[in-house]
């Protein structure tokens, strides 16, 4: 976004949060019912964004509805701050709240808008993460008629699904979905955890924070409130299994960067070929990488 | 003993429906379209019932609502008017009362249906033992393992290869197809099994056997079945009791010997004389 950018016309012609306040009172009614139906895809009319939806609109609205003045907002992206959805979306808050504080700490924000990631430190009771979702219903790769996959989501019909997670282990002897893996809230409803890896989908399970999703091109919002239960869908005799990051003889990768062996690893190409894995979530990296620098100056 | 199916005055009308419907259709005008208002009469006042174990037979011509009867009853056509009471060990069902999920509900876990065509039983995407997974898990059987062994066990049951089973049905051939369609309506034991026309379009050796396993499974599970066919040969194999119908109406009812050896009506006679 270019730094000198200014919204058209006056500025107060526009509501604090770009959208007017009815949008912003209509999605805050409709996360109300999302928290009461832990799970349920509450349909709500997802406003046009001054940007294409599926490059975040959905979180965006959330965020937008929920935000006040004192306010601290982080916006990541795969687990970074840097990419450019974190930084136009960050930019984009900074430019219609006036008066938010904007933040790349997991610890120092109040409310946190992240795409496919659940950040490593772990959150706290007064904190939000907002997730966006590009789609929202599980059932869509088993079922195309939404009408129907409304009727098994309100009978707890998911055969279908497991049938898939049974077609996979006759394959390839273990389920392959690597994102978005589907999840029961509270016993019922089976939610599509926005392409967050598995890796991520055990913090939903209990988390102190509240989770909202958005999904602005589908018009859904759903919620996983706190303490809630959140069960990846399995079967009985075969356990639900996250990225392990081993090498081939068993040893637990480490970041090349801080060397945690405690994090979600990107793995990336160098440029003198061969490959390295670092930690997703920036934050997390930098805050080990001081927190060793400390121990080796302290002593 | 109490039947375990007990259908009364099942009616099924295509269409916007006038008074004279009833009357001016049905075998003695030789139509079942409503010359008045043009609505078709599927089914008209049709009443069965079904001992447990029992095999009822409903023969007749294309278009002369045999299926219909049979798609009513599960669940996939609504009808016009008509009860049906399904007798579930000690509660009973009345079939037409009941709100969509108890439909479903009963639909996978207590009836089986096996179609002419295996498009419509069997989903060609997944392998043949992700169908009768899938009706596993309907059932709430939650472990793979589980579901493995259960649906090995049918596959062999109905005499499909088990080292065939992670195949697409695409793949196999039409009576191979039909008997992963059987096996997938077994997969719950159902005490009530739906065969709409199974032997149709398969060759006289293919046949055979299927027939013969339908029997077996039969003397087995002891399950009632309605099987729906044109052919005399399957009814006068399988089936102790027949219906005979015609645009839409039962015109004879009664043992399948009776019916078979002295014909009443005058179509039944013509449908017994034609096969000889």
Known sequence: MNPNYKLPGAQDSYS???????????????????????????????????????????????????????????????????????????????????????????????????????????????????????????????????????????????????????????????????????????????????????????????????????????KKIYAVPPYTDAEPLVFDDIPFRTENFNTSDGKRRACARCGATDSFLDELNLEEGGKAWQCSDTDYCNRQLAGANAREVTP | MKPILDVQGLTRIHGTECPSCLDMTGPEHNTNVCPACGSIVAAANVSFSLQPGEILGIMGESGSGKSTVVKTLYFDQAPSRGKACFQDDTRTHDLFELNGAEQRWLRNHRFGMVYQNPNLGLNFSISAG?????????????????????????????????????????????????????????????????????????????????????????????????????????????????????????????????????????YTQQLVASTL
């Open chain 1, 16 to 218: 604090f949060g770009f959208l007017d306040e009815f949008a912003k009172r209509e999605i805050r009614r409709v996360i109300l019912k999302a928290i009461s139906i832990p799970g349920y895809q509450t349909p709500y009319a997802s406003r046009e964004m001054p940007m294409g939806r599926g490059f975040g609109t959905g979180g965006l609205q959330l965020t937008l509805a929920m935000i006040g003045p004192d306010d601290t907002l982080k916006v990541i992206d795969q687990g970074s701050d840097d990419s450019v959805n974190a930084v136009n979306l960050r930019k984009f808050a900074e430019l219609t709240c006036p008066g938010v504080s904007t933040t790349e700490s997991t610890a120092g924000a109040s409310l946190i808008q992240t795409r496919h990631r659940v950040p490593e430190t772990a959150l706290r009771e007064d904190q939000v993460l907002n997730l966006q979702v590009p789609y929202p219903d599980p059932l869509v790769i088993v079922e195309p008629s939404e009408a129907r996959r409304k009727v098994m989501h309100g009978e707890g019909d998911y055969a279908r699904l497991l049938t898939k997670l049974y077609e996979d282990l006759v394959q390839f002897d273990e389920i392959t979905i690597s994102h978005r893996y589907p999840t029961r809230i509270n016993g019922h409803y089976v939610i599509d955890p926005s392409p967050i890896p598995r890796y991520d989908v055990p913090r939903l399970h209990h988390a102190k924070a509240l989770m909202l999703f958005g999904a602005g091109r589908e």
């Open chain 2, 130 to 266: 992700g169908n009768i997974a899938e009706r596993l898990l309907m059932n709430d059987l939650n472990h793979y393992g589980d579901i493995r062994r259960r649906a090995s066990e049918l596959l062999t049951r109905t005499d499909v290869m088990v080292g065939r089973m992670d195949e697409s049905p695409r793949q196999f051939s039409g009576g191979m197809q039909q008997r992963v369609q059987i096996a997938k309506a077994l997969a719950t034991r159902p005490p009530l099994l739906f065969l709409d026309e199974v032997t149709t379009g398969l060759d006289l050796s293919v046949q055979a056997r299927i027939l013969d396993l339908i029997l077996e499974i039969q003397h087995e599970l002891d399950t009632a079945m309605i099987v729906v066919t044109h052919d005399l040969g399957v009814i006068r194999l399988l089936a102790s009791r027949t219906l005979v119908m015609k645009h839409g109406r039962v015109i004879e009812s009664g043992l399948t010997d009776q019916i078979l050896e002295d014909p009443q009506h005058a």
